[in-house]
C-alpha cells in the first residue's frame, strides 16, 4: 500500500524536473490542491486560499509533451491518471484536438471522513450526496464503499467512470477496501455500465458518481427498483436544485403539474394548476455537503419534495463534526418551496410597530428560502410563521390577493397587514421586508439602479458589456436576477471582497 507521500511524489515526478523542483521548495505541501500549466503561460500551483508561479518562464509544448508522456491515456472526458494513485489530470484542448493545457489536480485518499454519516449508511438506504464542485463528494463516495465492503462486509461494486474514485489504471487504489471497480471506457456508456453491474456481478451495493444525464436517472432507477442500496453523487448543491433539474429530478421522484378540480382546488385553498411528487424517489436520503465535515440530511426525500411543493417549511438535521470528532447534531433552517414570479405593491403598515422588534411574518405563496435570505441580507429581526393568526404581517401575491382566499379574508379581518407583491424574486421580497420596517433606501437599493442602467446600456447597445461595483453575495444574487429577467448574460468575477458582476449579451 502506498504512503500520502509516494502518492504526492507520483504526480510532482511527472513535471518537467525544474518545475518539480520549485514545487518540492514550496510550504505545506499537504495542502496542494491541483497544479495548473498552460502554454505559453506561467505555470502555477493552487493551494486553499493561495496559489504559487513555478517558473519566470512561459509553458512550452515540450513542457507538456513531458507530463503526458509520464501519465495514463485520455478518455473521452479528457481526463487521465497516474497508475495506483487518485491523481486526476485534465487536459485543454485546441480545436486541432492538440493539449494546449494540463490540470493535474491531486487526489488524496482520507480516511473517517465518512463517520459523520455511518448510522445512514449502515440503515441500507439508497443516499444521494450533492454538493459544489471540490467540497469532498468524492472523498466521501470513496470512504463509503470502503466501508461497506471491509467494515459491513457487503458485494460492493463501483461504476467509476473517470477512475477519481479507485484511480487510474488496472489495480484499484486501496482506499476502496475489498470493494470492485468497473471502469467505463467513455463517459456516455455510464448508463450502461450501471445496468451491467447489476445483472453480472450481483452486487448489494453500488457506487456511483456523477449522475447527470436522463439516460443514467433512468438506469439509477431500474437498480432502486432491484432491491440494490444505491450511493451516488449528482450534479447540483441542494435539493432545490434537483427539484429545478428536468433531466435529474426524477432521482427524487419527478415533478409533474396537475390540474385539480374547482371543488379540490377550493379546498386546499390553491390553484387549479398544482406542482406534485410523480413517483416513488430513487434515493431515499439526500445529503448536501456543505463543508469540510458539514452537512444537511433529509432522512425522507419523498416526504420533504412533497412539503416542500405544498409551500411548508422543511428543517434538514445538520451535522457537524468538531475537531475532537464529536458529531454536533442540529436542526436546520426551513427548506425553500419553488418560486413563482411577480412585482409588488404593499399596504399601510400599523404604526405601532417597531423597527427593530423582531416581526413574524406569515408568507402566502411567498418563497420561504427568498424571504429569509432577504432579512438576512437586510440584517432584519423576522420570524417566519405557519399560520396567519401568528404573524404580524402577511406577505402574498398579488393573484392570492384578489381572489381573497378564506385565510387573508380571516387575516385581513383580524387587523393584520397584508403586503401583496407582484413578484416572487429576490428583489422584491426584499422591497417589501424594506416596506414592513419602513427603511430608508439601502445599499442595495444603489446598487440595483446601477444594474438596471447598465441592464439598458447593453440591451440599447450603447455598451458590449459593462461590470458592476463590487458587491456581497446577496446583492450579487439580485443583480444576476435582474440581468436574466432582461435576457441578457452575467457572471461573478474577482475574489471576496471585491467579486463583482459583469452584463453582457
Known amino acids: 500500500m502506498t504512503t500520502e507521500r509516494e502518492d504526492l511524489d507520483a504526480i510532482l515526478d511527472a513535471l518537467p524536473p525544474d518545475l518539480c523542483q520549485r514545487v518540492r521548495a514550496l510550504a505545506d505541501l499537504n495542502g496542494l490542491l491541483e ?55 485534465s487536459a485543454l484542448r ?63 461494486v463501483i461504476v467509476d467512470t473517470s477512475n477519481e ?68 453523487t449528482a450534479h447540483g448543491n441542494t435539493l432545490e436544485n434537483l427539484m429545478l433539474n428536468p433531466t435529474l429530478s426524477d432521482l427524487i421522484g419527478g415533478i409533474q403539474s396537475v390540474t385539480l378540480s374547482d371543488e379540490e382546488a377550493r379546498r ?73 414570479a411577480v412585482e409588488r405593491r404593499s399596504t399601510p403598515r400599523a404604526p405601532s410597530m417597531g423597527i427593530r422588534e423582531t416581526v413574524k411574518v406569515y408568507p402566502f405563496g411567498i418563497s420561504w428560502s427568498r424571504l429569509e435570505d432577504a432579512a438576512r441580507g437586510l440584517d432584519l429581526p423576522v420570524a417566519i410563521v405557519r399560520e396567519p393568526e401568528d404573524a404580524d404581517v402577511v406577505i402574498t401575491l398579488k393573484n392570492y390577493y384578489r381572489r381573497k382566499t378564506p385565510r387573508l379574508r380571516n387575516a385581513e379581518s383580524n387587523g393584520v397587514p397584508i403586503y401583496v407583491a407582484r413578484s416572487n424574486s429576490s428583489s422584491q421580497i426584499a422591497s417589501a421586508l424594506t416596506s414592513v420596517f419602513e427603511l430608508r433606501r439601502g445599499p442595495e437599493e444603489d446598487a440595483l439602479d446601477e444594474t438596471r442602467e447598465a441592464i439598458d446600456a447593453v440591451a440599447n447597445g450603447a455598451r458590449d458589456e459593462v461590470e458592476l461595483e463590487a458587491q456581497n453575495a446577496y446583492v450579487r444574487k439580485l443583480q444576476h436576477e435582474l440581468i436574466e429577467r432582461a435576457n441578457l448574460s452575467s457572471r461573478s468575477t474577482g475574489h471576496e471582497p471585491y467579486r463583482r458582476v459583469q452584463i453582457y449579451k
Open 35 to 89: 497544479i495548473v500549466i498552460d502554454l505559453g503561460r506561467i505555470p502555477e500551483a493552487r493551494f486553499a486560499g493561495r496559489e504559487e508561479q513555478l517558473s519566470h518562464r512561459e509553458v512550452t509544448a515540450e513542457d507538456l509533451a513531458y507530463v503526458i508522456s509520464r501519465i495514463g491515456q485520455f478518455g473521452g472526458d479528457n481526463r487521465a491518471g497516474i497508475e495506483r494513485t487518485l491523481h486526476r489530470i
Open 94 to 156: 485546441n480545436r486541432a484536438g492538440k493539449v494546449v493545457g494540463l490540470t493535474l489536480r491531486v487526489g488524496r485518499a482520507m480516511y473517517g471522513t465518512m463517520e459523520i454519516i455511518r448510522d445512514v449508511v449502515e440503515a441500507g438506504k439508497s443516499i444521494l450526496l450533492l454538493g459544489r464542485p471540490g467540497v469532498g463528494k468524492t472523498t466521501l463516495l470513496r470512504e463509503v464503499a470502503r466501508v461497506l465492503a471491509d467494515d459491513l462486509g457487503k458485494r460492493v
Open 165 to 232: 474514485i479507485a484511480g487510474d489504471g488496472d489495480i484499484p487504489h486501496p482506499g476502496i477496501g475489498r470493494a470492485r471497480r468497473m471502469q467505463v471506457a467513455t463517459p456516455t456508456l455510464q448508463h450502461a455500465v450501471m445496468i451491467e453491474a447489476v445483472e453480472n456481478h450481483m452486487p448489494e451495493v453500488i457506487v456511483i458518481d456523477e449522475i447527470g444525464t436522463e439516460q443514467e436517472a433512468v438506469a439509477a432507477r431500474t437498480i432502486a427498483e432491484r432491491g440494490v442500496q444505491l450511493v451516488a
Open 268 to 340: 386546499r385553498g390553491t390553484q387549479k394548476s398544482v406542482l406534485e411528487r410523480k413517483a416513488p424517489p430513487t434515493f431515499q436520503v439526500l445529503v448536501e455537503i456543505q463543508g469540510y465535515q458539514k452537512l444537511a440530511i433529509y432522512h425522507d426525500v419523498a416526504q420533504t419534495v412533497d412539503a416542500v411543493l405544498l409551500g411548508n417549511p422543511v428543517a434538514p438535521e445538520l451535522r457537524e463534526r468538531e475537531g475532537a470528532g464529536d458529531v454536533k447534531v442540529s436542526s436546520g433552517r426551513a427548506s425553500r418551496e419553488p418560486a413563482e
